[in-house]
C-alpha cells in the first residue's frame, strides 16, 4: 500500500492510493493520523482494506491533493546512519584529509522534516554550504529493544524517499556538529508517501538518484549499503528503546556536493530531486531565507 498525509480544508488526513491506479486516493475517516494508524496495527490495516473495498468511501485525485510528510510527527528525532556506504566513507575520508570512519549514528531534529514537495529554505546568516543526501527512510511500525536481525524486518511499517540536507559549515564546525548542522527547520523532505514492505520486497537493492537542476550528482544501490536495514534496527535499538512511529535515515551513497573538487553547494534557485526506487521523488526547491 501506499499511505499519503494530505491537507484539505486546514485539516490533515490520510489516504491511501489504489493498488490498481494509484492516482486515485481512498480518504480514511478514521483513524486520525498516521501516528495512530501505526499505532493500531492489524487493526488499522484492517480499517485501511474496508476504506478500500468500500463504494461510500471518499475519494480524490492525487494531482488535486497538497501532500505533506506522510508522517508529519515522528516520535523522536529522525535517526541517521552517516557513512554507511564504502564509496561515501572514502570520499568523505578524502574530502577530510583523513582515514576512513566506519558507520556512525547521530540524529536530526523532529523539525527537520518537511513534505516532498516544500521549498528548502536557505538562512545565508546561518550556513553558506548546504549539501544534498539521497536515502531510504525506514519507518518503524513495531516498538522494540534489543530486536535480533533475523526479525528485524518485521518492525517495518514502510519505506519513503528521503532527503539528508546537511549545513556542512556548521556540521564540520564547532568541533564537530552533526545534530545542530543536520537539524536546520526543514532540512529532512520525505515522502512523497509510506511504501508498505509489501511493496518493497528486498529493501537491499533499490536504486537510489539525486539531481540538482536536472543534472545527476548522486547514482548508487542499496545493495551498497555495509549495514544493511535489518542489521541497523538490530545496531539501533540494541539497549535502547526504538518506538513505534520512528524514522531511520540509512545512509547515503556517493556524490555529496562537499565531496567534489571543487565543492558544490546547493543554492537558491536550485530544485533537488531524491529519488528511491520503488518509492518516488521528492521534489524541494531551495530559496532563500524572507528578510525580516
Known amino acids: 500500500m501506499r499511505l499519503i498525509t494530505f491537507r484539505l480544508d486546514g485539516a490533515y488526513r490520510l489516504g491511501v492510493a489504489r493498488s490498481d491506479n494509484p492516482n486515485e486516493i481512498v480518504e480514511l475517516a478514521e483513524p486520525a493520523g498516521m501516528l495512530s494508524l501505526i499505532d493500531a496495527g492489524e487493526e488499522g490495516m484492517a480499517l485501511l482494506r474496508d476504506a478500500l473495498a468500500s463504494s461510500r468511501s471518499r475519494t480524490h485525485a492525487l494531482q488535486d491533493l497538497e501532500l505533506m510528510a506522510p508522517l508529519p510527527q515522528p516520535r523522536g528525532n529522525v535517526i541517521g546512519i552517516g557513512r554507511n556506504y564504502q564509496a561515501h ?4 575520508a578524502r574530502a577530510s584529509g583523513k582515514a576512513v570512519d566506519p558507520p556512525t549514528v547521530f540524529t536530526k531534529a523532529v523539525t527537520t522534516v518537511a513534505g516532498p514537495y516544500d521549498d528548502v529554505v536557505i538562512d545565508g546568516d546561518v550556513t553558506a554550504q548546504v549539501d544534498w543526501e539521497v536515502e531510504l527512510g525506514v519507518v518503524i511500525g513495531r516498538a522494540g529493544k534489543n530486536i535480533g ?10 519505506f519513503v524517499a528521503l532527503n539528508d540536507v546537511s549545513a556542512r559549515d556548521i556540521q564540520f564546525g564547532w568541533g564537530g556538529q552533526y545534530f545542530k548542522g543536520k537539524s536546520l ?12 514492505p509489501d511493496e518493497i520486497g528486498n529493501p537491499q537493492s533499490l536504486r537510489l538518484l539525486l539531481r540538482v537542476n536536472g543534472v545527476v550528482k548522486q547514482d548508487g544501490n542499496t545493495r551498497d549499503m555495509i549495514y544493511a536495514v535489518d542489521t541497523i534496527i538490530e545496531w539501533v535499538s540494541r539497549g535502547m528503546t526504538l518506538p ?4 531511520i535515515a540509512t545512509g547515503t551513497p556517493d556524490g555529496v556536493g562537499f565531496a567534489r573538487t571543487p565543492p558544490e553547494f546547493l543554492k537558491p534557485g536550485d530544485l533537488m530531486e531524491a529519488e ?17
Open 276 to 292: 528511491v526506487e520503488g518509492i518516488g521523488t521528492l521534489r524541494n526547491h531551495v530559496v532563500s531565507a524572507a528578510t525580516p
Open 185 to 196: 527547520d526543514g532540512f529532512c523532505p520525505i515522502g512523497p508517501w509510506i511504501v508498505t
Open 89 to 92: 566513507a572514502e570520499e568523505s
Open 244 to 247: 513505534a512511529g520512528a524514522i
Open 149 to 158: 536481525r533475523e526479525r528485524a524486518l518485521d518492525h517495518v511499517f514502510g
